[in-house]
T-cell receptor, first 115, second 114 residues
Framework: GAVVSQHPSRVICKSGTSVKIECRSLDFQATTMFWYRQFPKQSLMLMATSNEGSKATYEQGVEKDKFLINHASLTLSTLTVTSAHPEDSSFYIC???????????FGSGTRLTVV | AQSVTQLDSQVPVFEEAPVELRCNYSSSVSVYLFWYVQYPNQGLQLLLKYLSGSTLVESINGFEAEFNKSQTSFHLRKPSVHISDTAEYFCAVSETGGSYIPTFGRGTSLIVHP
């Protein structure tokens, strides 16, 4: 089946630094990938839709300059949290469409802790 | 716009007992419905989905869900749970003919006690 690999699984960084999270589709091409943020005991909040070769589409309230998304190839999308602050600490999950418009495969998530 | 309501934030149950996790949705158009399971510090795994046809859908590990259009519900059930079923369960809805991007409910934490 379709596999989405997300790295790193955990990262701790100092306040003010930037962190890059990678999301790769291993056995299929993903023209569209999605980035979610999940707070403890809460649902997934869609942050942005990443389209290969074009600018990402951000959801209302998500800071584009803080959460930089790059989708340079059909198998890789990256999320960079710039100038991270403790309030950015969260669980970030990516997903990719793998089977038509309704087939979604999720990565294993990244636990970001900003100290 | 679609929305999903999971009525129970937490459902404790004893091993081998039956369980039902409730999900109601709201949409002005036809929908696809999904249940996902999330284990601690992991991503989401698709448990089952309703696209069309039979309103009762089943997963390979004994879960089933029934699409009820009149009650706009898609409750998840299992007749006998195991300790290993302890996880977070998310109901999601996707509108047909639109972007198909799913909207997730807040999740229900299923806690199975020995």
């Amino acid at each position: 089946g379709a596999v989405v690999s997300q790295h790193p699984s955990r990262v701790i960084c100092k306040s003010g630094t930037s962190v890059k999270i990678e999301c790769r589709s291993l056995d299929f091409q993903a023209t569209t990938m999605f980035w979610y943020r999940q707070f403890p005991k809460q649902s997934l909040m869609l942050m942005a839709t990443s389209n290969e070769g074009s600018k990402a589409t951000y959801e209302q309230g998500v800071e584009k300059d803080k959460f930089l998304i790059n989708h340079a190839s059909l198998t890789l999308s990256t999320l960079t949290v710039t100038s991270a602050h403790p309030e950015d600490s969260s669980f970030y999950i990516c997903s990719a469409r793998d089977r038509g418009p309704i087939g979604y495969t999720f990565g294993s998530g990244t636990r970001l802790t900003v100290v | 716009a679609q929305s999903v309501t999971q009525l129970d934030s937490q459902v404790p149950v004893f091993e081998e007992a039956p369980v039902e996790l409730r999900c109601n949705y709201s949409s002005s158009v036809s929908v696809y419905l999904f249940w996902y399971v999330q284990y601690p510090n992991q991503g989401l795994q698709l448990l089952l989905k309703y696209l069309s046809g039979s309103t009762l859908v089943e997963s390979i590990n004994g879960f089933e869900a029934e699409f009820n259009k009149s009650q706009t519900s898609f409750h998840l059930r299992k007749p006998s749970v195991h300790i290993s079923d302890t996880a977070e369960y998310f109901c999601a809805v996707s509108e047909t003919g639109g972007s198909y991007i799913p909207t997730f409910g807040r999740g229900t934490s299923l806690i199975v006690h020995p």
